[in-house]
């Protein structure tokens, strides 16, 4: 079965410090990978994903991810945070369904907060 | 595109009240989901639909939560009877089918039933 696990509940860093965000996955397959953001009162907004190819993806907002197989690992990072990435941020692994459509299963989440 | 749209942004009702919650997804995608949120859960899937047909709705919870989607571009969440424990924030996704494509999602409902 499919299981995302997120280690981390809640990481505080200071504004231009680096960032990482654990992420492990467990699925029989090979994995099709997301990283997402929710920001307070807000739906969850795609950050960046992997399907196949190059372990080091690139995604919007300077973040970036490195899918590790023989780590079962799919960690978020960013050279220098801004206060503007306080949010909640979460790892999904995908499952191509039967009927070819694609469910998401969440980890729990990592909430970021930035301190000045 | 104006992403997934989903009203009402917040509802409160009492216990035993019937709740009906609307989606509209991107036009175009085959694919639409209903998740809720809860600090407890996390994120839960609750039915997808392909193509407006339901496939699986294991996921939801009890026979009070219902949903049905009459065409591509509305699918309706409807509680009845709603009771506190209900009380989270759901949201609805959609994408295209068999493209691995990701999920996009509303900016949710958020009930409380009191």
């Known amino acids: 079965a499919q299981s995302v696990t997120q280690p981390d509940i809640h990481i505080t860093v200071s504004e231009g410090a680096s960032l990482e965000l654990r992420c492990n996955y467990s699925?029989?397959?090979?994995?099709?990978l997301f990283w997402y953001v929710q920001s307070p009162g807000q739906g969850l907004q795609l950050l960046l994903k992997?399907?196949?190819?190059?372990?080091l993806v690139q995604g919007i907002k300077g973040f970036e991810a490195e899918f590790k197989r023989s780590q079962s690992s799919f960690n978020l990072r960013k050279p220098s945070v801004h206060w503007s990435d306080a949010a909640e941020y979460f790892c999904?692994?995908?499952?191509?369904?039967?009927?070819?459509?694609?469910?998401?299963?969440f980890g729990t989440g990592t909430r970021l907060t930035v301190i000045p | 595109d104006a992403g997934v749209i989903q009203s009402p942004r917040h509802e409160v009702t009492e216990m035993g009240q019937e709740v009906t919650l609307r989606c509209k997804p991107i036009?175009?995608?085959?694919?639409l989901f209903w998740y809720r949120q809860t600090m407890m859960r996390g994120l839960e899937l609750l039915i997808y639909?392909?193509?407006?047909?339901?496939?699986?709705d294991s996921g939801m919870p009890e026979d009070r939560f219902s949903a049905k989607m009459p065409n591509a571009s509305f699918s309706t969440l409807k509680i009845q009877p709603s009771e506190p424990r209900d009380s989270a924030v759901y949201f609805c996704?959609?994408?295209?089918?068999?493209?691995?494509?990701?999920?996009?999602f509303g900016n949710g409902t958020r009930l409380t039933v009191t």
């Open positions: 996704a959609s994408s295209f089918r068999g493209h691995n494509s990701p999920l996009h």
């Open positions: 699925y029989g397959a090979t994995p099709y």
């Open positions: 992997y399907f196949s190819g190059d372990t």
């Open positions: 999904a692994v995908g499952a191509s369904l039967e009927t070819g459509a694609n469910n998401l299963f």
């Open positions: 036009s175009g995608h085959n694919s």
């Open positions: 639909f392909n193509n407006n047909v339901p496939i699986d």
